[in-house]
């Protein structure tokens, strides 16, 4: 196929109408398919359906110190559970906080406190600063935005390459404006990029010079055990990385067991530096009595060590591996040869970001919907939803059925050609 570019008019109208009378087709068959959100499908959500029945006695909600995890108490989680995801992220027990199910909540719980009494080293609450700002590499993840958004926190596009943020464009923000108090991070299979950050960009990280005294990088590492493919990405370690230098406190790290056990129950965690431990620690003990305790247990009973959760993720492999499969090779089959799109081949994570041609992402999402295809909206992945270039759409494979997928894909495919046309070529369109 020629590039769509270099079409005549004649082929290019030719084109077009077969591709919608091919989408009017579709949509007489009043689909109903879902790629909005990168949720763990119902198979994978059996790989631990023997988690639910771990603990079925009172004697078994004994820690190992013989604490009652019935019971109230123990503020930062179970040790044996921090010793796990410890060992899992080869960061010290003592620096890691566990909290419920969700690192996003966390991750909003440390901004509000933040908001109202400030973080280690700030002079302020940061409700009492005329403006905070946030960097925010884009595309990126629309929750992380949307904490921001509800906070009232102003923020700042930074474009993501290859090898992680702009580090030069990040750099210089950070050095020159005190108002900037944190970067979202979303280091290993980025969402929804899928780029794991480069090991010269985590050292840029660990040594960054910051205007602002209690500068935070949120770093989320949603995706560290998320590999798709026999040899995944390698992340360096920020946290031993930056621990013990000046820049020590400047670090929140976050993770979750949501897609590896079940993400309505599974358990949440940041690390963190003994500075901000203790900080945090005096809030938590009014705003908490402790977290799920044994949730906790009957995760450290199940998976027993961090071997045991790399082995799981293995499962987790197989089942994701051809969903992503059935994405990538549709979207080369059907759109490699157009010269309109581009995307990148993750080796983990959960999502495949496509760019489409400028200004096509909105057309695109509105024309899937209206056959049957539910996307994340278009803008998404970008602060106040506000894609500059109207160009990428988040794509999630794990929750289809296979033959959805494919069929979802094949849709969002035809989508993006018509929008093409549309724009660029509408002498064909006649």
């Not at 050292?203 to 040899?231: C, G, M, P, Q, S």
């Amino acid at each position: 196929m020629a590039k769509y570019i270099d079409m005549t008019n004649d082929e290019a109208r030719k084109e077009y109408n077969a591709l919608l009378a091919e989408y009017e087709e579709i949509k007489t068959k009043k689909l109903s398919l879902d790629m909005s959100r990168g949720k763990p499908n119902a198979e994978q959500l059996d790989l631990t359906e023997s988690l639910l029945g771990v603990l079925s006695k009172s004697e078994q909600c004994r820690a190992k110190d013989g604490t009652d995890c019935r019971n109230y108490g123990i503020l930062f989680g179970l040790p044996e559970a921090r010793q796990m995801f410890a060992e899992l992220l080869d960061i010290p027990a003592a620096n890691i906080i566990l909290g419920g199910n969700s690192s996003l909540n966390m991750m909003y719980d440390t901004i509000a406190r933040a908001m109202l009494y400030g973080v280690y080293g700030s002079e302020t609450p940061w409700c009492r600063l005329p403006e905070v700002k946030f960097l925010c590499p884009v595309p990126g993840y629309d929750r992380h935005f949307s904490i921001c958004e509800s906070l009232g926190i102003k923020m700042i596009n930074v474009p993501m390459t290859p090898t992680g943020p702009d580090m030069d464009m990040v750099e210089k923000l950070v050095a020159e404006d005190e108002s900037i108090k944190g970067i979202w991070c979303v280091p290993k299979y980025s969402n929804p990029d899928g780029i794991t950050y480069s090991d010269e960009t985590v050292r840029r990280f660990a040594n960054l010079k910051t205007a602002a005294k209690d500068f935070r990088i949120f770093w989320d590492n949603a995706y560290a055990v998320h590999d798709i493919e026999d040899e995944g990405d390698k992340l360096l370690n920020l946290f031993e990385l930056i621990k013990g230098t000046e820049n020590e406190d400047k670090l929140f790290m976050f993770f979750s067991t949501s897609k590896i056990s079940f993400p309505g129950s599974g358990v949440a965690l940041m690390a963190l530096s003994d500075n901000n431990r203790e900080q945090i620690k005096n809030i938590l003990t009014v705003q908490t009595i402790g977290p799920d305790k044994i949730n906790q247990l009957r995760h450290v009973w199940y998976f027993k060590n961090a071997e045991g959760i790399l082995d799981h993720m293995k499962l987790h492999a197989r089942h994701i591996r051809p969903k992503f499969e059935i994405v990538l090779s549709s979207l080369e089959k059907e759109l490699g040869d157009t010269g309109i799109a581009s995307w990148v081949r993750p080796k983990g994570g959960y999502f495949i970001s496509l760019n489409t041609a400028d200004g096509l992402a909105k057309a695109t999402y509105d024309l899937a919907a209206e056959a049957g295809v539910t996307l994340t909206k278009a803008g998404s992945t970008f602060p106040y939803g506000v894609d500059p270039s109207d160009k990428n759409l988040r794509l999630a494979p794990t929750y289809p059925s296979d033959e959805e997928l494919a069929l979802a894909i094949h849709i969002v495919c035809i989508c993006v050609k018509l929008s093409y046309f549309r724009k660029y070529m509408p002498d064909a369109c006649k």
